[in-house]
């Protein structure tokens, strides 16, 4: 089953957006694979990818889950951005750049579209404007492959993240308990001098 996954998951554009339901391409295929999902739901895909999954899986092509839209990218009103960084913290594949309290700007050959982004804004300043045509000859299985291993890259980012922030907090609690042990001995000590001196 794991191969079929990946199969199915080569097919999808990897836009990572959800609209399928599941929490990213991956996750969508994997449940394709076991037959617990139709080939239907990835609006992004549209027709292409639906009688892609239909000849891989040999279930037949029904009507799409959704509305097929043509790619449109992020775009930030920068001058009314507040820096929140929420819209950072949403977007799957890093394609939006800033600090705190500092403008940001969307990497728009970088996005794919998935409009995570706008929900989160609380000033409303990211729309979605279509998408420039991808210079060179990359197609779209190309282009999900890029975006795929953008994904990937943010994904091991957030682990290690997560992991220095785990070693920091161990590490921050191995000096709290080293000192709670310093001061029990140093007072036993007090204690003991206390006793003799009486």
């Known amino acids: 089953m794991d191969a079929l996954a990946d199969r199915i998951d080569a097919l999808l554009p990897q836009t990572q957006c959800r609209q399928c339901g599941y929490a990213g391409c991956r996750p969508y295929a994997e449940a394709v694979a076991a037959g617990r999902a139709d080939i239907n739901r990835c609006p992004p895909g549209g027709s292409e990818t639906l009688r892609a999954l239909a000849e891989l899986t040999g279930r037949p092509v029904t009507p799409l889950h959704g509305v097929y839209e043509p790619p449109a990218v992020a775009r930030i009103d920068e001058p009314a951005c507040i ?3 929420l819209c950072i913290q949403a977007c799957p594949v890093d394609a939006i750049v800033g600090a705190v309290n500092v403008m940001h700007t969307v990497i728009a050959a970088e996005c794919t579209g ?3 982004c706008l929900p989160v804004c609380p000033v409303d300043c990211i729309a979605m404007v279509e998408a420039a045509m991808p210079t060179g000859q990359e197609n779209s299985l190309q282009r999900a492959a ?3 291993q953008r994904y990937l890259a943010r994904e091991r980012r957030l682990e290690r993240d997560r992991q220095e922030r785990m070693a920091a907090s161990a590490a921050r609690a191995n000096e709290r308990r080293k000192r709670a042990t310093i ?3 140093m007072e036993r000590a007090r204690q003991r001098l206390r ?3 009486r």
């Open 146 to 148: 890029r975006y795929k």
């Open 195 to 197: 006793a003799r001196s």
């Open 183 to 185: 001061a029990r001995v």
């Open 114 to 116: 998935c409009e995570l």
């Open 83 to 85: 820096g929140c960084t």
